[in-house]
């Protein structure tokens, strides 16, 4: 996470410099709204920082962990293992490749070297041919995504038992300050674990002609009418 400029990959190879002040890097799973007081932002944990770029950090993890590798290789005496190549899994359209293209390459500084594997039909986790899967996910209702995506059979099924703990409690809440308190709870727990890696948030927009009535000033979705 840390060797990925997100802020960068995001405003420039996705949006082209077209950014929008809801198009940002995040810490967690859940939307970050336009501001504390969006509806849509009640499930995002303004307490947890976004990690920062920074290549120089991510370098030195990647050389800790090789030199791990190599003492317990060393003790075992036998050859210590090259790093991998990781292969990262992206959906089969273009903004997503040219993202998984600039995650490799800003990987590729820090001294991992990775293969790009687009697929049309999301993997499932037993599937060997990849290591890293980049996902972009809609995320409507953060209270019932969040077992869709953590839970059982979800795309990002986390085994940890705090993760599962916070799903249970998060499924089982029975007021709206238990719901959002098992949301916080839920992203502070993700951002520790890191289940998934969280690079940013996008913003769907839609266009209209001015003669058209009854469309709503700020929609959630764009049929919602």
Known sequence: ??????????????????????????SGPFPAGES??????????TSVPDAKYD?????????????????KANKAKETPPALPVIRLGV?????????????LQAWKVIGLEGKL???????????????????SASIWEPVSDAERLFGVGGAAQSENQYIVQALGMLNSARS?????????????LVAAHLPIIPLWQVTETMAYRTE???VAKKPLSL???
């Open 176 to 188: 709206w300050k238990e719901v959002r308190q098992g949301c916080l709870d839920l992203h502070s």
């Open 1 to 26: 996470l840390y060797g990925i400029n997100r802020e960068a990959i995001l405003k420039d190879e996705i949006l082209g410099g077209l950014a929008t002040p809801l198009d940002r890097v995040i």
């Open 91 to 103: 959906p089969n359209y273009e903004s997503a490749r040219v993202a998984g293209q600039a995650i």
């Open 212 to 214: 058209l009535t009854g």
């Open 117 to 135: 594997v687009p697929y049309d039909k999301l993997p499932g986790l037993d599937d060997k041919s990849i290591d890293v899967l980049y996902i």
């Open 55 to 71: 290549p120089r950090l991510a370098k030195i993890l990647v050389l800790l962990a090789q030199a791990k590798q190599t003492l």
């Open 223 to 225: 049929y919602q009418d």
């Open 36 to 45: 504390d007081s969006d509806p849509l932002a009640y499930a995002y944990n």
